[in-house]
């Protein structure tokens, strides 16, 4: 990965560290930032956030990490480094509020963690900036298959799928690009767990 995309990296390698550490530490280490409502209507309101920073298997996080790592450096190239973090922690809690509220509607109780919800939020960062065609967003051809790959993977192929997250990260991303990305782009830059 290029230098100019330094929130990216750290985001990647903050995700590989975590898991490494869960893979050592095991069970209680996942358990202490996972996804989990009856601890969420507790007040550990944190775990909006931790559970973004989890992963329940290899597959999990390279899925997730290898789709960031595609996207998310056109994305931080475009928006500006600050941005970018805003667009992706918000989008991950805002996934997670969403999967949270849907376990409140439903009545159905799971742990959930990942990072799918923030990816989603990039995903749907790169479709508006797109749309709106903002200055420095390259779009690199043959990083769409990738995107639409990961898209039906991470949708269809695995298990436990924590559908709520995906669907509220990609429309919270979405919206907040809509806000703060103008069209001349980014102003920091010169040019079972259910898997969220």
Known sequence: MKNDSPVTLAIVLMNAVMFLASVTVGEAF????VMDFELVSGGQLYRLLTAMFLHGSIDHIVG??????????MVER???HVKYAVIYILAGI???AVSYLYEMISGIRYSSLGASGAVYGIFGALIVMSIKKVSGINIVKSRIPLAIIYCL????AMPNIDY???IGG???GMLLTALLV?????????EVYYYG
């Open 94 to 96: 805002a996934g997670n």
């Open 30 to 33: 996942v358990s202490a930032g």
């Open 170 to 172: 990609l429309l919270f």
């Open 78 to 80: 475009a928006a500006g």
């Open 182 to 190: 103008k069209k001349g782009g980014g102003d920091d830059y010169s």
């Open 153 to 156: 993977y991470s949708s269809f």
């Open 164 to 166: 709520a997250a995906h």
């Open 64 to 73: 997730n990490m290898l789709f960031l790592f595609a996207m998310g450096e």
